[in-house]
């Protein structure tokens, strides 16, 4: 992690970061390491030291956590929205059936009126 990944992470000024690095290393002499860009990189144990130093809470953790209950809370609402989902298909497949059953007692309707109507009079009157 570089100086000013660690200044943004941890919502500190690069200056400040940079001025304690600096100190550090007059009394430490090593501190952090050079890449071959010229960056200074700091491995865990440095950064844990740089954290004591400026007295950095741990932000990232008080994030994940934070972000744990959003995503616990997202997770019961995902649930509540896939059991409203469940009942809304069971009742559309309700209804299709409902209207399957009438469009059918309609047509039967339909077919029974129309052997009705070629019957003759006579027919009718004898009941066949």
């Known amino acids: 992690m570089t100086i000013r990944e660690f200044a943004t992470e941890f919502s500190i000024e690069i200056k400040q970061v940079q001025n304690k690095v600096a100190y550090i290393r007059r009394k430490n002499k090593k501190f952090g390491t050079l890449d071959t860009k010229g960056v ?7 950064i ?3 954290k ?3 007295n950095v ?3 990232p953790t008080e994030l994940s956590t934070e972000f744990s209950r959003e995503i616990g809370f997202l997770k019961t609402q995902l649930d509540v929205k896939d059991e409203q989902i469940l ?4 009742a559309l497949d309700q209804q299709q059936q409902l ?5 059918k ?9 129309a052997e009705e109507k070629k019957k003759t ?6 009941g066949k």
């Open 40 to 46: 200074r990189v700091f491995d865990d144990a440095e």
């Open 48 to 50: 844990k030291h740089l």
């Open 52 to 54: 004591e130093v400026l």
């Open 57 to 59: 809470a741990e932000k």
């Open 87 to 90: 009942k809304l298909q069971q």
């Open 99 to 103: 209207t399957l059953m009438a469009q």
């Open 105 to 113: 007692s309609q047509e039967d309707l339909r077919l029974e009126l």
């Open 121 to 126: 009079w006579w027919q009718k009157l004898r």
